[in-house]
């Protein structure tokens, strides 16, 4: 009985039906996304195993790897390839020009230079993106209703992408009177303890972890020195598993379950060129209270009305 099973298994997996799907990360094998994009794809009728397989490689937080991980992906002949980022969006470009390429979490696509325009992007590659122009102010905002008298804020950030974000983020904090200390750290060995030791130094009163790869696959220990320090923080939502004060902006989930709508289509024989660039705009505010109570910072009333999840 064994051996009929793992031959249908087999016989399953050669057919044609059963469609190869590459994903690229730039961060670890944990995580919400991998998951969030499977669950869509069931929610679209799809099987695992039965209807497809996904061909996961992951950067580690290692830009020196996405060449090597797009390149392992293209050699398997896969059917489209999914994705997250635009550093490994561009690396996968490099290595096809005829697989179909969707992303997710994209800052800028047209800046970044993933796509030539929004509503034909042309070429194999489209996708959506989840940034959110707005998103640095909101989270200063959020910090200085939490944090009164807040004055100097720490933007953590990863070495190796470009310094958008880290830019938009100090940008905002000037504008709403904060002074801001620019942390950076690096794969694969980022230095987290000098970092929060630098915002000590400076007297930082809350930090700002950015959506970026290094920052985001060590964010737990972040949270934890970031605690130790009595430091308020804050994060994106979909990363508030690593117990930071605060989550707030756009879902990386989200944009996941809508790559998998991309995927579908194209699976269907839509060509990425002609399916326009997408925005995930909704937003989530979610507030550890038990972390406010760790490192002593009652969470106004107010700003608790507005939070979509509680953590006790």
């Known amino acids: 009985m064994a051996l009929v099973v793992v031959a249908t298994r087999a016989e399953a997996q050669q057919s044609p039906t059963v469609r190869r799907i590459g994903y690229l990360s730039p961060g670890g094998t944990t995580g919400p996304v991998v998951p969030a994009f499977r669950q869509a794809l069931a929610g679209l009728g799809y099987v695992d195993g039965r209807d497809f397989v ?3 490689r992951f950067a580690e937080g290692q830009a020196g790897r996405f060449p090597k991980i797009a390149a392992e ?20 470009m490099k290595a096809t020009s005829t697989i179909p390429i969707v992303f997710a979490v994209v800052v800028d696509p047209v800046a970044d230079k993933v796509v ?23 989270q200063l905002e959020i910090l200085k209703a939490a944090v009164p008298g ?48 630098q915002a000590r130094k400076d007297h930082a009163g809350a930090l700002v972890i950015l959506e ?21 923080t804050m994060f994106a939502p979909d ?27 194209i699976l269907k024989g ?23 109570r760790q490192i002593g910072v009652t969470i106004p009333p107010e700003l608790l009305e507005k939070a979509n999840r509680v953590i006790e």
């Open 54 to 56: 996904i061909e996961p």
């Open 73 to 92: 992906v293209v050699a398997l002949n896969v059917d489209v390839i999914a994705l997250v980022g635009a550093i490994t969006a561009r690396a996968a």
């Open 116 to 138: 030539t325009n929004l509503e034909r992007p042309g070429g194999n590659v489209t996708g959506v993106t989840t940034y959110d122009p707005q998103q640095p102010r909101r």
């Open 150 to 197: 807040l004055r100097r804020v720490a933007i953590l950030g990863d070495r190796s992408v470009s310094e958008a974000l880290l830019n938009a983020n100090e940008k905002e904090a000037r504008a709403l009177g904060l002074e801001a200390t620019r942390l950076r750290v690096a794969a694969p060995n980022p230095d987290i303890d000098r970092a929060l030791a």
């Open 212 to 232: 970026e790869p290094v920052v985001v696959g060590n964010r737990k220990r972040i949270a934890e020195l970031a605690a130790r320090d009595r430091l308020p």
């Open 239 to 265: 990363w508030a598993d690593a117990g930071g004060l605060i989550a707030y902006g756009t879902s990386v989930v989200a944009g996941a379950r809508r790559m998998a709508t991309y995927v579908d289509k």
């Open 270 to 292: 839509a060509k990425p060129g002609d399916l326009p660039v997408e925005s995930v705009t909704g937003h989530e505010l979610i507030i550890n209270l038990k972390t406010a």
